[in-house]
C-alpha cells in the first residue's frame, strides 16, 4: 500500500532509516525455541520443586518429629496451601496453553482483541480468583506456626520472631490486598476504554 | 444478486484461498515475510526499545513469534496483515510483561495533544536535523499506550485507515479519527523539522 501523503516527510524520513538486514536460519529459529522451551520447563521445575520439597520436609516433621499439635496442624495447613499452589500454576500453564497466547492466535486477533486478553489475565492475576485463593492459602498456616512460636518460647528470640513474622504478615496481607486491588483498578479501566473503542460505529 | 453464500461459492473461496498458499513450510512463509516486511519489523523494534540489547531480544521475540505461527497460518488474511498482527501483538506484550514500562504511565494520543502546545512552543522556530527528529519522534512513540502506538507507527509506515483497522480491530471510522489526531501532533511538534528531514 502506497503512502498516501507522499509530501508528509516524517513518514518518508521513518521509512528511510537505514535497517541492517536481520533474518533467522531455521536451525537457528528451532535452537531458539528449544531454549525457551527448556527455560519454560527449567521455571515451572523450580516452583515445583520448591513446592514438593517444603510439602516432603513438612510431612516428614509432622510424621517423624515429636512436634507439639499446634505447630502440626499449622505445618499442615501450609502443605495443603503448597499442593494448592502447585495446583493452581499447573492449571495456569495449561490453560494459557489451549485459549491464551499460542503462537497462531497472535496473527488471528485483532490488535485491541488480543491486548484486552492480556489486559484481562493481568487484571486477574491481581484481583481475581488467583490472587486471594493464594494469598488465603498461605496465610492460616503461616499464623498457626507464629502463634506456636509465640506460645512455645515466650520471652525468647525464637518468640519474639514469631512476635515479628505475626506483625508482618497482619500489616503487609492488607497492603498487598490494597496494591493489587488498585493495579487491578488500573487495568479495568483500561479493559474499559478497549471495550468502549470496540463500541464505536464504522 | 444476493449477498448470501452457497456451498459452491464457499468451497470455491476456500479453494482459491488453499491455492493462495500452495503447501508451503512456516520456513517459507517466514522468509517471504521477512523478504517483504523485514525492515518494518526492525523499525517496530526501535519504536519500542531504544537500547538496542532489549531492541534486538525484541526482534528476535518477533521473528520467532512469526515463525511459529505460520503453523497456524490460514490465508484467511493476506500475509501482510498476519505478519503486522503477528509483530505488534508481540510487541504489546513485551510492553505489558516490560518492568520498565510497567513503571511508566503510557498515555493516549488524546492526552499528548492535550500536551501539545507546550512541547511545540520549543521548536517553533528550530530547525531539526533528522537523527534529532528521529530521537524525538521514538520519544513521542515510547510515551504512546500500546494500541495509539500501533496506530502511529503504521501510518507511518505508509499504511492507510482500512488497513490500520484490520490490523487493529478498531472501526477504520475510528481509526480515521486517530489518523487525524497523529497528523495534527506530528505537525504541531515537527512543525520545521521536516524541511530538513528529507532521507
Known amino acids: 500500500m502506497a503512502n498516501h501523503n507522499p509530501h508528509d516527510q516524517l513518514c518518508s524520513l521513518w521509512q528511510g532509516q537505514t535497517v541492517a538486514p536481520f533474518q533467522m536460519s531455521p536451525d537457528e529459529l528451532r535452537q531458539k525455541m528449544k531454549q525457551l522451551n527448556k527455560q519454560l520447563k527449567m521455571r515451572d521445575s523450580i516452583v515445583y520443586v520448591i513446592c514438593l520439597g517444603e510439602i516432603a520436609i513438612f510431612t516428614f516433621v509432622i510424621l517423624a518429629m515429636p512436634a507439639p499439635a499446634t505447630l502440626k496442624i499449622g505445618l499442615l495447613l501450609v502443605i495443603l496451601a503448597m499442593g494448592f499452589l502447585a495446583g493452581q500454576i499447573w492449571l495456569d500453564r495449561n490453560s494459557r496453553k489451549v485459549s491464551g497466547t499460542t503462537a497462531a492466535a497472535l496473527g488471528k486477533a485483532g490488535s ?91 | 444478486m444476493s449477498d448470501i453464500l452457497t456451498v459452491n461459492d464457499y468451497l470455491i473461496q476456500e479453494r482459491i484461498r488453499t491455492m493462495l498458499v500452495p503447501d508451503k513450510s512456516s520456513d517459507d512463509l517466514y522468509q517471504d515475510a521477512v523478504l517483504a516486511h523485514g525492515p518494518a519489523l526492525d ?68 492526552e499528548i495533544e492535550e500536551q501539545g502546545g507546550i512541547a511545540a512552543k520549543d521548536d517553533a522556530n528550530r530547525s531539526l536535523d533528522r537523527s534529532l527528529l528521529l530521537e524525538r519522534l521514538f520519544a513521542l512513540i515510547q510515551r504512546l499506550n500500546p494500541l495509539d502506538r500501533q496506530v502511529i507507527l503504521l501510518y507511518l509506515e505508509g499504511m492507510d485507515a482500512a488497513f490500520i483497522a484490520e490490523v487493529t480491530g478498531i472501526s477504520s471510522g475510528y481509526v480515521a479519527t486517530k489518523i487525524h489526531r497523529v497528523k495534527a501532533i506530528l505537525a504541531e511538534r515537527f512543525r520545521n523539522g521536516g524541511s530538513h528531514g528529507q532521507p
Open chain 1, 112 to 202: 485491541v482483541d488480543f491486548y484486552r486478553v492480556e489486559l484481562v489475565r493481568q487484571r486477574n492475576f491481581h484481583r481475581g480468583v488467583w490472587f486471594w485463593s493464594r494469598l488465603m492459602a498461605l496465610l492460616p498456616g503461616l499464623l498457626v506456626c507464629d502463634i506456636w512460636l509465640i506460645v512455645r518460647y515466650p520471652r525468647h528470640p525464637m518468640g519474639y520472631l514469631g512476635y515479628a513474622m505475626t506483625a508482618s504478615l497482619l500489616l503487609l496481607c492488607p497492603w498487598a490486598v490494597w496494591l493489587n486491588w488498585k493495579k487491578s483498578l488500573c487495568y479495568q479501566r483500561q479493559i474499559d476504554a478497549l471495550d468502549a473503542l470496540k463500541q464505536v460505529p464504522e
Open chain 2, 43 to 110: 523499525r517496530l523494534a526501535r519504536a519500542y526499545e531504544a537500547n538496542s540489547e532489549d531492541r534486538r531480544d525484541l526482534l528476535q521475540e518477533i521473528h520467532l513469534a512469526l515463525w511459529r505461527s505460520f503453523a497456524g497460518f490460514d490465508a484467511r488474511c493476506s500475509l501482510r496483515t498476519w505478519v503486522y498482527r503477528v509483530a505488534h501483538n508481540t510487541a504489546a506484550s513485551h510492553i505489558l510483561r516490560s518492568r520498565r514500562a510497567k513503571s511508566n504511565t503510557l498515555v493516549s494520543l488524546e
